[in-house]
């Protein structure tokens, strides 16, 4: 297509105006933004105040996590909110919650909300930072999970800042589906965690997960146990401070019994028919 020789100069004009001049007079075009429309939508979490986004090939990539990694990333939280006090922050990745893996944000929130009707309320996170392997502890009340969020404030949370990332960005995109997903997730959770179906599941993993427990504590109980039995024979048994020590060899019948200070130093032969005996009479 014939293009003029004078918008050929206005276009050029403008790449030169974005371009960034760098020593030796070479220039750079700045990276381009990472597109929000290619990465998941985001929800926000009734459970810890967070905004997630679900861990897929496309994540995985713009973000460069490790091959394989599952779970959710937590993109921005609530600073007054459950996972700032839990210590998780923007950037982690959640990949299991109370034993239950982890594949969906909603899927966070079915097996919290799915505890707390049963009536427990610690729960314990493994997370991910940096390829790094962590744990995370917290408390979710089923007062605080009501807790209301003000949607209007999650674009102020304490966002994941990653390179061409753009949570500004990412939240404009997705702001009408953060709202509208947010109102529809109370409803959809009840009725997925009330279903036979999940509480058969979350019922016969639960087991698994109790077995797992008692075996480990099982495994820890065992090595205390190796550990004070090595602890006492070798510190405070018989060898040590025993017989040997302190017992009938070091300070009984050799050491100060009949052999050092008895029969035969201060018995019959050094102090008594020998040393004061018949042979010496005192006048």
Do not use: C, H
Request: charged fraction near 25%; hydrophobic fraction near 35%; proline fraction near 3%.
């Amino acid at each position: 297509m014939y293009q003029s020789k004078t918008s050929f100069l206005k276009i050029s004009a403008v790449a030169l105006s974005l371009a960034i001049p760098v020593a030796g007079g070479v220039t750079l075009m700045p990276a381009t933004a990472m597109a929000a429309s290619s990465l998941p939508a985001p929800y926000v979490s009734r459970a810890l105040d967070a905004v997630l986004m679900p861990v897929d090939a496309s994540v995985v990539s713009a973000f460069g996590l490790a091959s394989g990694t599952t779970g959710v990333l937590v993109i921005a939280t609530d600073p007054s909110g459950l996972a700032a006090a839990a210590g998780i922050e923007p950037g982690d990745v959640i990949d299991f919650v109370k034993g239950e893996a982890i594949l969906t944000p909603v899927e966070l929130d079915e097996v919290v909300y799915y505890w707390i009707k049963q009536g427990m309320f610690d729960f314990e996170m493994n997370t991910q930072r940096g390829g790094k392997a962590r744990k995370a502890s917290t408390t979710i009340t089923l007062e605080s999970w009501e807790s209301v969020i003000d949607i209007t404030t999650v674009s102020s949370w304490s966002s994941y800042s990653y390179e061409s990332f753009s949570y500004s960005e990412y939240y404009s995109e997705y702001s009408e589906e953060i709202s509208s997903s947010y109102e529809s997730s109370e409803t959809t959770i009840e009725e997925s965690t009330s279903s036979e179906e999940f509480v058969s599941d979350m019922s016969s993993e639960d087991e698994g997960y109790a077995e797992a427990e008692s075996e480990a504590e099982g495994d820890d109980a065992a090595a205390d146990d190796g550990a004070d039995d090595a602890a006492g024979d070798d510190a405070g048994g018989d060898d040590a401070g025993g017989d040997d020590a302190g017992g009938d060899d070091a300070g009984g019948d050799d050491a100060g019994g009949d052999d050092a200070g008895g029969d035969d130093a201060g018995g019959d032969d050094a102090g008594g028919d020998d040393a004061g005996g018949d042979e010496e009479p005192v006048e």
